[in-house]
C-alpha cells in the first residue's frame, strides 16, 4: 500500500514535548507519597516483621507477605535474586511492588509474574532482567499487570519484557507505560531478542515510554499478539523499529517516534495473516534508508498519515529523547499530553559504591551494635573482596577499628561501645567502611550511650 506522507506540521504525535521539569517532577512527587504497607531491606532478615524497622530481606518475602490492595517497598540497594510473583490482587485493589518513598531499588535478575498473578503493579524500580538462565525477564503471564516509571535493561544478554505464552499463559490487559526499555538483546543482533515481544497476549497498552539500543526490534507483534495499542513512544536505535507477524491482529502504531534502525526497518511485516492493523500518525526517520521513512515496502498493513522528518531529540547521546521545541514531530496541541518522560537513567554513584548501615543509631553499655554493607564494583556487579575495613573518625583522621567479614552478599560485624569511643566520654562517632575495588562508603553516626 502506498504510504501518505503529511506535511510535518500537521502531525499528531502526542509524545515528549516535554519541559525538563514537566511530569516527570509530578510522577516522582505521586511516588514520594506512597504508603508502604510492607517493606524490605538489603541489611533485613525474613524472620522481622518487614516494618520500616523491622525490614525483610528479601523481594520473595516480601511479595508473600501482601495482601489485595497492599503495597511493598524495597529500601535502596541492589536486590540479586530472581523472582516469581505467583499471587496479585483484584481489581481496583492490585499487589504492587516499588521503591521505598525517595530511594531507588535495583532487582537484579528474572522476574516473572506467573499465570495465578492478576492485578499487579510494578513501579519505581531498576530492572536489570540478567539471570543465569538467560530467560526473557520481566515476563508476564498474568492479566491486567502494569509497569510503571522503572529502567529495564539486561546489559545485552537477552529479551526483556515477554509477554504471554502458549504454555505458561496468555497476557491479559498488560500495561507498559513511562519507561525506560534499553540495552536488550545480545550482540550481535541475532533477530530474536527484542525490548518488548508481546508473544501472546490480547489488549496489551504500550505507551508513553523511551524504547532505545535493544539489538532486534523495539517492539515485536508475534505470533498472536491481539488488540495492542502502541503510542507516544519513542523508539530509536533499536535493530529493528516494530514489527506485525503471524496472526497478530487488530493493533494500532500511532503517534510514536520511530527512527534511526540500525539492522532493519523502523516498520516492517514478516509472515502477517493478521488484519486488522494500522500504522498511522507516527514521525519516522532513517538514515539508512531511501527516502528516509523505514518503512518497509511490501509492509500489508495500512500505513497512514505518517511524516518522515528528523525527531530533534534534546540530546540523543546522552538519551535524553525529549523533543526540541521546533521539532517537526511535536504536536502542535499541547493540550493531549497524557503522560510525561520516563524515569532518568541511574545516576552513577560518583565513586561510592560502598553502602553503610548501622542496625541502630545509638549503643549502650553491655551492648553490641551491628554494622553491615554492600559494595559494588560498578552499578549492579557485586564487589568480590573477602573483607572490608571499618573506621572510625579520631583526632581528624580515619582510624581502623575493625574488620568487617563477608556473610553472604553483605560484610558484617559487632561492635562492643568502648571499641568506639571512650567509655567515660560518651559521644556521637562517625564510622566508614573501605572495601578494595570499591572504595569508601557513607558515613554512618552513631551515638554511644553511658
Same mark, same amino acid.
Given at each position: ?18 519541559? @525538563? ?319 510525561? @518522560? ?32 554492600? @559494595? ?75
Amino acid at each position: 500500500m502506498p504510504l501518505k506522507l503529511l506535511a510535518a506540521t500537521a502531525l499528531v504525535v502526542a509524545i515528549v514535548c516535554i519541559q @525538563a521539569t514537566g511530569s516527570q517532577g509530578a510522577t516522582e512527587a505521586i511516588h514520594s507519597k506512597v504508603t508502604c504497607d510492607r517493606v524490605a531491606s538489603t541489611l533485613g532478615s525474613d524472620s522481622y516483621a518487614g516494618t520500616v524497622t523491622y525490614p525483610y530481606a528479601t523481594v520473595a518475602k516480601l511479595l508473600s507477605s501482601l495482601r489485595a490492595g497492599q503495597t511493598g517497598c524495597l529500601r535502596a540497594g541492589v536486590y540479586e535474586q530472581d523472582v516469581e510473583v505467583v499471587r496479585g490482587g483484584t481489581a481496583g485493589e492490585p499487589v504492587t511492588l516499588t521503591s521505598y518513598p525517595g530511594e531507588r531499588a535495583i532487582l537484579l535478575g528474572r522476574l516473572v509474574i506467573a499465570e495465578t498473578a492478576n492485578w499487579v503493579v510494578v513501579e519505581q524500580l531498576d530492572l536489570d532482567g540478567r539471570n543465569e538462565a538467560r530467560l526473557p525477564s520481566p515476563t508476564v503471564n498474568g492479566d491486567n499487570v502494569t509497569f510503571r516509571g522503572n529502567d529495564v535493561t539486561n546489559q545485552h544478554t537477552g529479551i526483556c519484557f515477554l509477554l504471554g505464552s502458549d504454555e505458561w499463559g496468555r497476557a491479559r490487559g498488560t500495561v507498559i507505560e513511562r519507561n525506560r526499555i534499553h540495552n536488550c538483546g545480545h550482540l550481535p543482533p541475532t533477530n530474536h531478542d527484542h525490548g518488548i515481544y508481546v508473544e501472546v497476549s490480547e489488549g496489551a497498552r504500550i505507551t508513553d515510554n523511551w524504547i532505545y539500543d535493544n539489538a532486534d526490534r523495539g517492539i515485536q507483534l508475534f505470533p498472536d499478539a491481539q488488540r495492542t495499542y502502541v503510542a507516544r513512544n519513542v523508539i530509536d536505535g533499536n535493530g529493528q523499529g516494530v514489527l506485525f507477524s503471524r496472526d497478530s491482529s487488530n493493533n494500532v502504531v500511532e503517534q510514536n517516534v520511530i527512527s534511526n534502525p540500525v539492522v532493519r526497518y523502523n516498520l516492517e511485516t514478516f509472515a502477517l495473516e493478521g488484519d486488522g492493523n494500522i500504522a498511522r500518525r507516527n514521525c519516522v526517520w532513517s538514515t539508512r534508508h531511501w527516502g528516509n521513512s523505514g518503512i518497509q515496502l511490501e509492509i500489508g498493513v495500512p500505513v497512514v498519515e505518517n511524516v518522515v522528518t528528523e525527531p530533534s531529540f534534546a540530546n540523543r547521546e546522552a538519551k535524553d529523547f525529549r523533543l526540541l521545541p521546533a521539532s517537526a514531530c511535536v504536536n502542535v496541541s499541547r493540550s493531549t499530553l497524557t503522560a510525561g @518522560a520516563p524515569p532518568a537513567p541511574p545516576r552513577k554513584r560518583s565513586g561510592r559504591l560502598v553502602r553503610l548501615r548501622a542496625g541502630s543509631r545509638s549503643v549502650w553499655p553491655g551492648g553490641r551494635l551491628l554494622l553491615s554493607a554492600r @559494595a559494588w564494583t560498578s552499578v549492579a556487579s557485586p564487589a568480590r573482596a573477602r573483607s572490608a575495613v571499618l573506621r572510625v573518625r579520631r583526632a581528624g583522621a580515619w582510624r581502623r577499628v575493625a574488620k568487617m567479614r563477608l556473610r553472604g552478599t553483605r560484610y558484617a560485624v559487632r561492635l562492643r561501645p568502648d571499641q568506639l569511643s571512650d567509655p567515660i566520654r560518651p559521644r556521637r562517632v562517625r564510622l566508614r567502611a573501605y572495601v578494595r575495588g570499591a572504595g569508601r562508603s557513607n558515613i554512618v553516626r552513631v551515638r554511644v550511650r553511658r
